[in-house]
């Protein structure tokens, strides 16, 4: 989550940078990469804490 977290924070510094898109797009990637990693996985960890 922390890495999530850190990706975020790139994504957003690069959005008040605009003039490099590729860059905020590539951090964008990046951060929906891990966001959606981390959607599918924490239901499969809450339920193995479960039993």
Known sequence: ???RFDKLLDYEL?????DAKEKTQM????????NHQLQDELPIL????IK
């Open 46 to 49: 809450h339920s193995l804490g």
């Open 1 to 3: 989550m922390v890495k």
């Open 14 to 18: 690069c959005q008040k940078n605009s």
């Open 27 to 34: 951090a964008r990637n990046v951060y929906d990469a891990l």
